[in-house]
């Protein structure tokens, strides 16, 4: 694949205006699928089950089969709806997107066209220098997951030189609501950063509503982000391409950034954009041509003749309205107030995505400062080398278990890293790694006061350099003490024993 011709990305900026817009699909947590009886389990579940096992005859399209909708993803996208500031619609219809793909059982999609449950709403981003953004919400439409397409022989894992591919229909039917923003204008320089951001928000929102687990990596949340370019002074807007399935919060703002200076390279050329799909590529940070991007009379939608309209009572609404959770820029503005975390701080948890995980720990009963010490630090680092995420290693509730160990003068910071390594590792709570690798600091004095005299009597002129007072050289003796105790020591406490002794 040849490499596309990059413009600065400030040149681009001064020739050009980006003109945005983001549909992004949340994944729904039901217990079942979308119009189907067949079981959606949670991400581990999910990931662990065998190809085309958690299916059901509706979800193939199989002769006969009817689909029957799945009430609890109905009340979640209206809670949705409801959070992104929208209009809940009196009666909505599902209807048919007509397309074939292998991983489309039915030749058909069951989504929503004209009549989407939720419509016209706006909401606040925030940016990480505390700028708010209204990000204006065209719809908000419940449909159904297609299947996952396996590509293989290829070196990339993707379809571009593949020799064949497999398809998995576990993923067909599963409930999804896909939001549809409307044209953003005025994103100017920041366009990747509001993209990011945006998307941030969309996944705080759906995690605190309890309705998806929101992880992009797996899929639980993925944005297909439009991007055109005009000329500066010109009203007609350009034509878009829309990038698919970006994966990470950095690839979204990587992915626009990239289409805006690939864009303003072929314009600048005097060459034409193509409406397309384009892939994004993680390992190059670059986008390829998909297939030519279809205009909605292209999916020859009609209303879908098995199912009826949805017409939410209006009790149904305001119940649903009435358990919204706390806007997510009003909670993170809240949280780093009453955590007192400074605008830098705060934004080391908010863009890790550990806010919930922080929030928890601090609830089990660390403070915010070593909660934050813990999830940014060490745990993170060790997520890092594990290519996983640091939710996934260790409990908010066994962190502060481990914070509690160093608070009592159980652990050293350095022994409390251990014992996080042997949590992280399966073998039980912090107390249980503690007494199964006999970790606990040594608060023996006598053991220490044994240890002492026999580093002083080992360096008898360490020992009388402090006598005349040159304190600073204790520190080879508590060196030395230290490591006879194999770090089973407080540093500290070691230091006064070590002065006491050596005043005798």
Known sequence: MATAKLMDFDKALELFEPVLGFEVHVELNTNTKMFSDAPNPANEAYHAAEPNTLIAPVDLGLPGSLPVVNETAIRS????????????????????????????????????????????????????????????????????????????????????GAEY??????????????????????????????????????????????????????????????????????????????????????????????EIQRQAQILADGGTITQETRHWHEDTGTTSPGRPKSDADDYRYFPEPDLLPVEPAAELIEELRAALPEQPVARRRRLMAEWGFTDLEFQDVRNGGLLEVVEATIAAGATPATARKWWTGEITRLANTQEKDASDLISPENVAALQKLVDAGTLTDKLARQVLEGVIAGEGTPQEVVDGRGLAVVSDDGALIAAIDEALAAQPDVLAKIKDGKVQAAGAVIGAVMKAMKGQADAARVRELVLERAAQ
């Open 77 to 160: 996208s209206i809670s949705l709806g409801l959070a992104l500031g929208c209009s809940i619609a009196e009666s909505s219809r599902f209807a048919r997107k007509n397309y074939f793909y292998p991983d489309l059982g039915k030749n058909y999609q069951i989504s929503q066209y004209d009549e989407p449950i939720a419509y016209e709403g706006s909401v606040e981003v925030e940016l990480e220098d505390g700028t708010i953004v209204q990000i204006p919400i065209e719809r908000a439409h419940m449909e159904e997951d297609a299947g996952k397409l396996t590509h293989m022989g290829g070196a990339t894992g993707r379809i571009q």
């Open 165 to 258: 591919s497999l398809v998995d229909y576990n993923r067909a039917g599963v409930p999804l609501v896909e939001i549809v923003t409307k044209t953003i204008f005025g994103a100017e320089h920041r366009a990747p950063e509001v993209a990011k951001a945006y998307v941030q928000t969309i996944r705080d929102i759906v995690r605190s509503l309890g309705i998806s687990e929101a992880r992009l990596e797996r899929g639980n949340l993925r944005c297909d982000a439009n991007v055109s370019l005009r000329p500066r002074g010109q009203e007609k807007l350009g034509t878009r391409t829309e990038t698919k399935n970006v994966n990470s919060m950095r690839s979204v703002e990587r992915a626009v950034r990239y």
